[in-house]
T-cell receptor, first 113, second 108 residues
Framework: KAGVTQTPRYLIKTRGQQVTLSCSPISGHRSVSWYQQTPGQGLQFLFEYFSETQRNKGNFPGRFSGRQFSNSRSEMNVSTLELGDSALYLC????????????FGPGTRLTVT | GESVGLHLPTLSVQEGDNSIINCAYSNSASDYFIWYKQESGKGPQFIIDIRSNMDKRQGQRVTVLLNKTVKHLSLQIAATQPGDSAVYFCAEICHSTFGDGTTLTVKP
């Protein structure tokens, strides 16, 4: 069974631009969670989608948004990029949404210049 | 707010030695913890979990200890191997709180 895939793997954007990251969960998994990982802050929870509905949300500004499609694939969008948004963005999928069953993708490395 | 932190950002051990990675948490109501391993260029990988009704849980070469009195948990890796070199971090699941990570380097 294929693992969680994320595209693109690397991305360079300029301040003020917007970016969309994509995540394809493991087949059959209905829950997708997004995390931001930085050296100083560690792994921080962004939001979780289950069956196309946002079920949980972390403490991030409204510039960070996401959605999930009927095939469980998910996208996250960051608008008006700031330098501090440079990070590794990780996606994790789960069959039912129980965190302990999460399987992480390799992440998208976003650099904002 | 809730926080989870690791005691040492880096740990270097000799191959074959045992490794101990520590983590402290702030919320006494924390109920469920997971240790993750993250290798370079990869996403975190589940190692072992423990619920608050347990003090100890063992896996293959790994043991997690939970001390609720001092809000501390540790990951012990027996007979550490070069393939164990990675970043390890603990996570408190109920509040989606993660530690920064300890980079474990295993010297052959």
């Amino acid at each position: 069974k294929a693992g969680v895939t994320q595209t693109p793997r690397y991305l360079i954007k300029t301040r003020g631009q917007q970016v969309t990251l994509s995540c394809s969960p493991i087949s059959g998994h209905r829950s997708v969670s997004w995390y931001q990982q930085t050296p100083g802050q560690g792994l921080q929870f962004l939001f979780e989608y289950f069956s196309e509905t946002q079920r949980n949300k972390g403490n991030f500004p409204g510039r960070f948004s996401g959605r999930q499609f009927s095939n469980s694939r998910s996208e996250m969008n960051v608008s008006t990029l700031e330098l501090g948004d440079s990070a590794l963005y990780l996606c994790a999928s789960s069959p039912t949404g129980d965190s302990y069953e999460q399987y992480f993708g390799p992440g998208t490395r976003l650099t904002v210049t | 707010g809730e926080s989870v932190g690791l005691h040492l950002p880096t740990l270097s051990v000799q191959e074959g030695d045992n490794s101990i990675i520590n983590c402290a948490y702030s919320n006494s109501a924390s109920d469920y913890f997971i240790w993750y391993k993250q290798e370079s260029g990869k996403g975190p990988q589940f190692i072992i979990d423990i619920r608050s009704n347990m003090d100890k849980r063992q896996g293959q070469r790994v043991t997690v200890l939970l001390n609720k009195t001092v809000k501390h948990l540790s990951l012990q890796i027996a007979a550490t191997q070069p393939g164990d070199s990675a970043v390890y971090f603990c996570a408190e699941i109920c509040h989606s709180t993660f530690g920064d990570g300890t980079t474990l380097t295993v010297k052959p």
